[in-house]
């Protein structure tokens, strides 16, 4: 495949993403692993788990993280740009467009309705992302220690989410 098919490839399959990808970056996680893992097959499920782990690690938005790095695993720096543009487009195109008509529909019984709807399907997304990547990486003690440790930590409040992968970073230092 040349890297002009690749480009035209990675792009349309993050603008697919894009425009279903509500809820934000571990919502996509599924959609990701599908598209690039499955269905592509550009990725293995080892590479995918890292790249998903330093998305998260990396400074901004996990999803546009995520399309960075896998456009860049795929097709370099061209790959890279064609992925965060084609995850970003719909987005961006689609809050120009409820920005400017926010104001006429904000009190619409339909509107809340479907607002209403997708706030669990986003919630299944996030779970669903747990499950398949807790199946991979939970595979001895030592990671659910390191799982359920950073996990209670994180919802008492005790721990906040970056010093929680620092936290993370050294168990695995000492454990590992």
Do not use: H
Not at 55 to 70: D, L, R, V
Not at 106 to 133: K, W
């Amino acid at each position: 495949m040349n890297l002009l098919t690749s480009l035209g490839l990675l792009s349309l399959s993050f603008c697919r993403i894009g425009i279903v990808a509500f809820g934000g970056g571990y919502a996509i996680v599924p959609l990701l692993r599908a598209e690039f893992i499955i269905a592509r097959q550009w990725l293995t499920l080892e590479e995918f788990l890292d790249i998903i782990a330093i998305a998260e690690m990396t400074p901004g938005p996990i999803a546009i993280n995520a399309a960075t790095f896998i456009g860049y695993k795929v097709a370099g720096v061209p790959g890279a740009a064609a992925a965060t543009l084609g995850l970003v487009t719909p987005s961006v195109l689609l809050i120009l467009i409820v920005a400017a008509l926010f104001q006429y529909f904000r009190s619409s019984p339909l509107v809340r309705a479907v607002i209403s709807g997708i706030r669990p399907a986003v919630i299944a997304l996030i779970f669903s992302a747990v499950l398949v990547l807790g199946r991979q990486v939970l595979v001895d003690f030592k990671a659910v220690f390191i799982s359920l440790a950073v996990f209670l930590l994180l919802i008492t409040g005790k721990l906040r989410p970056l010093p929680a992968i620092g936290l993370s970073a050294l168990l695995g230092l000492i454990l590992y």
